[in-house]
């Protein structure tokens, strides 16, 4: 299990970051951000950043990949991982393969490209008392359309990616709407019973105190099982009512998104920090 602090607050960060990729156009967009946000920045095609790597030490405390092949971010990741540099891996959007070598190689952090300048701030960050390892890695999310494609790419790495999509998603929902903006049970009830809910959610994350609040998706690879961790910056609550499907409640319009989670992929969920973490792990044969 992943240990987990109390806080919810992100480190800080500054200091030195190489940009590494092939596309000049996309590594000056991206190195354009990191420097309004106060890094140094150094553009390096990978073929160059083989070669400092190859001489020794990069000097830097980051590094941020850009959609580098699998067997070229493979070589790079393999000389970043020895040097102890925390790197940031951005994917394309059907790109799993490097997602799975980026798992395997101690990225700390993914963003699916293409990738806003407050979503890449927040990937080269980890939410307060995750522990780094060397097979996983940490995905933000913060809106719908997020969940829907980020739940559907990591589901590829389990043997039954539509059961763990549905499961991932109806609990990285949660995360959005109940932890990070804070609506509750009943709210969301009248809010689908007038056909709003949709609506709500995104003027909610369309507010200045909501825009750079981010939830975390882990993804860890182990050889017989895929560990998802989610963890929101919301205050929490108490699954206990919700891990069961209520009689009570069938008539209700929402409320069986962690039971339908439990039943389609996570048997086992766990809940840490209040509410705020929920774990589920799914087999594989090895």
């Not at 996309?26 to 990978?46: H, K, P």
């Not at 083989?50 to 405390?61: D, M």
């Amino acid at each position: 299990m992943v240990n987990v602090g109390q806080g919810n607050v992100l480190r800080s960060m500054s200091g030195r970051v190489w940009v590494v990729g092939d596309d000049p156009r996309s590594m000056a967009d991206l190195a354009r951000g990191l420097l309004t946000a106060g890094f140094a920045c150094e553009c390096l095609g990978t073929d160059g950043a083989r070669a400092r790597l190859a001489s020794g030490p990069p000097g830097v405390e980051r590094v941020v990949l850009d959609a580098v092949p699998g067997a070229v971010a493979g070589e790079l990741l393999d000389g970043l991982r020895r040097s102890g540099v925390i790197v940031t891996m951005l994917v394309e959007a059907e790109d799993l393969s490097a997602i799975e070598v980026g798992l395997v190689s101690g990225v700390a952090g993914f963003a699916v490209k293409p990738v806003e300048t407050r979503t890449l701030m927040a990937a080269m960050m980890l939410p307060g008392g995750e522990v780094l390892t060397p097979s996983g890695g940490c995905f933000p999310f913060r809106t719908l359309e997020d969940v829907s494609g980020l739940s559907q790419l990591v589901a590829g790495l389990c043997p039954d990616p539509a059961s763990v999509q549905i499961a991932l998603s109806e609990l990285m929902n949660n995360a959005i709407e109940h932890g990070n903006l804070g609506l509750g049970f009943e709210r969301k009830g009248e809010l689908m019973a007038m056909g709003a809910w949709r609506n709500e959610v995104e003027r909610l994350l369309g507010m200045p105190e909501h825009a750079a609040r981010f939830a975390y998706l882990r993804v860890e690879c182990r050889p017989r099982e895929v560990r998802f961790l989610i963890r929101d910056q919301g205050q929490g609550f108490d699954p206990q009512p919700y891990l069961n499907l209520d009689p009570d409640r069938s008539v209700e319009p929402h409320g069986r998104g962690i039971a339908i989670a439990r039943m389609l992929a996570f048997p086992e969920l766990v809940f840490l920090d209040g509410g705020r973490c929920v774990e589920g792990v799914v087999r594989r044969a090895g």
